[in-house]
């Protein structure tokens, strides 16, 4: 059993940056971010191996948002930047333990209680 817990969510204005951190209470082979609004799906963010050799990133995000790893911490990190008003979301951790990433659901085992991003216009 993984445990994921969020930080760092806020609220912005458009064109801030803000950065998530996710610590896991044990070993990960991938670690990703979703975000949810409410009545809708949850959609995949970023992942990363925590090995470090591949990230993946929605394409509404490249560019803006970047996924990290200190293994040292056991932590993930959200940097986003050039934040926008459709950025608002619930963001939440994700962790899975096989040696497969990507950004789908399916890769995730674990979920953290998510922490809330609002962007304000």
């Known amino acids: 059993q993984v445990q994921l817990v969020e930080s760092g969510g806020a609220s912005v204005q458009a064109g801030g940056s803000l950065r998530l951190a996710c610590v896991a209470s044990?070993?990960?082979?991938?670690m990703g971010w979703f975000r949810q609004a409410p009545g809708s799906e949850r959609e995949a963010v970023a992942s990363i191996y925590t090995d470090g050799r591949s990230k993946y990133y929605h394409n509404s995000v490249k560019g803006r948002f970047t996924i990290s790893q200190d293994n040292d911490k056991n932590t993930v990190y959200l940097e986003m930047n050039s934040l926008k008003p459709e950025d608002t979301d619930m963001y939440y951790c994700?962790?899975?333990?096989?040696?497969?990433?990507?950004?789908?659901?399916?890769?995730?085992?674990?979920w953290g209680q998510g922490t809330q991003v609002t962007v304000s216009s």
């Open positions: 044990g070993s990960t082979a991938c």
């Open positions: 994700a962790a899975g333990v096989r040696n497969i990433c990507g950004l789908g659901r399916a890769y995730f085992r674990y």
